[in-house]
């Protein structure tokens, strides 16, 4: 069945640390994004990416960085520099950059410990 | 001004109820409209796309009204399943800048 891919799903980080949220689809998608979703609030895009090798900023990238080596990857790096990482993190894609809507992955839950 | 904007909730229902979300967005040249549904610490999930001639599936009914600007869901016969969460999303794009805006979402509580 074709979907996407988030691991882990749960992922405990000291303060100080980088991490990497890996997101990976079979969908043949071109689209790719990430969300943050912090307790009570909507989504918030941090960046995404139409095309293998370019990725835009979104409206809170300050902390974050990725990469898009693969059509079917789209990792998510969690830095230092974030000032509050703790949160519930989405990965979603889509064909057309959304004219259909997006399909979401499961999520990874983040907490700085 | 939010780019969409919906009433938080939560609406609490019993069972057997009617009940209506609406959902405003900021702008006029937005293509194409969605709901989804998100349940408790899970992704959000596809329930239906929203056209403006209305459209219908079983119990829930979306329309828009792109003069005023606003979407709306009709969820008919509430089903304790039926509680979740609710987000009203807008394409405000088109081409390589399409991305989608997600409201906040509209909580639902279906009671018996």
């Known amino acids: 069945d074709g979907g996407i891919t988030q691991s882990p799903k749960y992922l405990f980080r000291k303060e100080g640390q980088n991490v990497t949220l890996s997101c990976e689809q079979n969908?043949?998608?071109?689209?790719m994004y990430w969300y943050r979703q912090d307790p009570g609030q909507g989504l918030r895009l941090i960046y995404y990416?139409?095309?293998?090798?370019?990725?835009q900023k979104g409206d809170i990238a300050e902390g974050y960085s990725v990469s898009r080596e693969k059509k079917e990857s789209f990792p998510l790096t969690v830095t230092s520099a974030q000032k509050n990482p703790t949160a519930f993190y989405l990965c979603?894609?889509?064909?057309?950059?959304?004219?259909?809507?997006?399909?979401f992955g499961s999520g990874t839950r983040l907490t700085v410990v | 001004r939010k780019e969409v904007e919906q009433d938080p909730g939560p609406f609490n229902v019993p069972e057997g109820a009617t009940v209506a979300f609406n959902c405003t967005y900021s702008?006029?040249?937005?293509?194409?409209f969605f709901w989804y549904r998100q349940d408790c610490r899970k992704e959000p999930k596809l329930l239906m796309s929203?056209?403006?001639s209305g459209n219908e599936d079983g119990r829930f009914t979306a329309q828009l009204n792109r003069a005023s600007q606003y979407i709306s869901l009709l969820i008919r016969d509430s089903k304790l399943s039926d509680s979740a969460t609710y987000l009203c999303?807008?394409?405000?794009?088109?081409?390589?800048?399409?991305?989608?805006?997600f409201g906040t979402g509209t909580r639902l509580q279906v009671t018996l």
């Open positions: 979603a894609s889509s064909m057309d950059g959304g004219g259909y809507g997006y399909t």
């Open positions: 969908l043949n998608h071109d689209a």
């Open positions: 990416s139409q095309i293998v090798n370019d990725f």
């Open positions: 702008n006029s040249a937005s293509q194409s």
């Open positions: 929203v056209y403006s």
């Open positions: 999303v807008v394409n405000m794009g088109a081409g390589t800048a399409s991305k989608l805006t």
